[in-house]
Nanobody, 120 residues
Framework: QLQLVESGGGLVQPGGSLKLSCAAS????????MGWYRQAPGKQRELVAS???????NYADSVKGRFTISRDNPKNTVYLQMNSLKPEDTAVYYC??????????????WGQGTQVTVSS
């Protein structure tokens, strides 16, 4: 398993920006993908963005053109740059990693979450 620690959440006004970071630690055979999910009160957790192989990215339609996911392999860190934030982006944001451990079994790891609040 990987241990994931998010940081960078907070309160921001509509139209503002935030950058989330997710630091990964631990040793696994392979990480196939990392991503960011979010969960707003009363709603299901949803995929925001994911990055596979360090280069292939995928975004929810609601954040396309506003959010950018990136990965720094030497630092074992994934970032989510969020621009033009809207009140509907308010949620707890979770970092996610999927891959295979040294027992050659698939794993999924989650961070503890970081709160993002967009409000004037």
């Amino acid at each position: 398993q990987l241990q994931l620690v998010e940081s960078g959440g907070g309160l921001v006004q509509p139209g503002g920006s935030l950058k989330l970071s997710c630091a990964a630690s631990g040793s696994v055979f392979r990480v196939n993908a990392m991503g960011w999910y979010r969960q707003a009160p009363g709603k299901q957790r949803e995929l925001v963005a994911s990055i596979t192989g360090g280069v292939s990215t995928n975004y929810a339609d609601s954040v396309k053109g506003r959010f950018t996911i990136s990965r720094d392999n030497p630092k074992n860190t994934v970032y989510l740059q969020m621009n033009s934030l809207k009140p509907e982006d308010t949620a707890v944001y979770y970092c996610n990693a999927e891959g295979r451990n040294w027992s050659f079994k698939d794993f999924t790891s989650w961070g503890q979450g970081t709160q993002v609040t967009v409000s004037s």
